[in-house]
């Protein structure tokens, strides 16, 4: 089992950046594939961006591709999502997920561990 924790969401204003940051924990001694996803009320939960499980390689949906930046620190178990020149259709809350298997948004089976998520609203 791993447990994934969410942070750094919050109020910003367009154009503004955040960062967050996904800590997890549990059995983190094998490599994990790590996404972000975010949800909007009435919608379904869509892909932003993954981190394969060595960390080489990396996807976005087109909307956020160039303005948002997915990474990890292997030491510290954690990966973050770097979010630039946001706008108000980037508000949603911001899930972690992580699998233990190899993931991709062409694979469309869900991902085994998810985060409680994290709100990020951004105003125009």
């Known amino acids: 089992q791993v447990q994934l924790v969410e942070s750094g969401g919050g109020l910003v204003q367009a154009g503004d950046s955040l960062r967050l940051s996904c800590a997890a924990s549990g059995r983190t001694s094998s490599p994990y594939s790590m996404g972000w996803f975010r949800q909007t009320p009435g919608k379904e939960r869509e892909f932003v961006a993954v981190i394969t499980r060595n960390g080489k390689s990396t996807y976005y949906t087109d909307s956020v591709k160039g303005r948002f930046t997915i990474s990890r620190d292997t030491a510290k178990n954690t990966v973050y999502l770097q979010m630039n020149s946001l706008k108000s259709e980037d508000t949603a809350v911001y899930y972690c997920?992580?699998?233990?298997?190899?993931?991709?948004?062409?694979?469309?089976?869900?991902?085994?561990?998810w985060g409680e998520g994290t709100l990020v609203t951004v105003s125009s």
């Open positions: 997920a992580a699998d233990a298997r190899p993931w991709g948004p062409a694979i469309k089976r869900p991902m085994d561990y």
